[in-house]
């Protein structure tokens, strides 16, 4: 692994492990998110579930009522969330698992179906996660996921254009550049798009969700150092001058539901 892939990684689940406590406070869009999510889940008769990234594990109690035989495997990068998971959503016959996407800590052809809602789009290397997904899925296996697009905080991060040419918001692969990555017998079945506005009166507010929610700026190219009171003013201006008609700040979530299914 790259020394600065191996670093974003650190960095990400040390973020999402500070959130773990307040997670759950501000996540109404990433609930949502994966309720819809659960619609697109096959009614198979599954032996071992992955839910891939689980987080706060919120979504481990309605993965055992939909699949109520089978061991649930819950992973994630960020060992806090793991820990809050596991004091606080215990699940019967379920693991929590420490580990990364591209490299999942499973034996070949060892999981039934895999659920991911609002994680893969952390992954640097989209080709390794799914050479994985495929790895441990069993032949007629399926993959469900929900991941962002790069419409996601576009207001954000015009509004930061407007100060700088450094990157200060995460940027997200686009659809085709994700499935060109996808692996001969891995099928792509379904592929859904859809575009969230949420809207808050004042931009304080949309700072401090994305704070309480870990998702911190990951990328390469941001600015080093502390941002002057000159660009934060500049930032502010920029980000008000998208103010809606009815008063309300606009915040856009490029969102893709994706359903795989593997070979027999």
Known sequence: ???????????????????AGSYDRV????????QMLVSYLPSIQAERVLDLGCGTGFFGPILRQCYPQAQLLNL???Q??????????????????CGDAEALPLA?????????????QWCEQPDLLFSEVQRVLKPGGCFVAATLGPDTLLELRR?????????????????????????EGLQCVVQQEEQRVLEYAQLKQLTDELKELG???????QATGLTGRRQLRQFRNAYEAQRRSDEMLPATYQIYYLVFQQAK
């Open 215 to 221: 998702a911190h700026n990951m990328n390469q190219g």
């Open 76 to 78: 994630d990068l960020a």
């Open 159 to 183: 509004a930061w254009e407007a100060v700088d040419d450094f990157v200060h918001v995460n940027r997200f692969i686009p659809l085709t550049d994700l499935l060109v990555t996808v692996p």
């Open 80 to 97: 806090g969330m793991l820990h809050y998971a596991r004091q606080h959503r215990p699940v019967s016959n379920a693991h929590w698992l």
């Open 108 to 120: 070949d052809s060892s999981v039934d179906l895999i659920f991911s809602s609002l994680a893969i």
């Open 1 to 19: 692994m790259a020394e600065s892939n191996r670093l974003k990684k650190q960095r990400v689940a040390e973020s999402f492990s500070r959130a």
């Open 27 to 34: 996540a109404d869009l990433q609930r949502q998110v994966g």
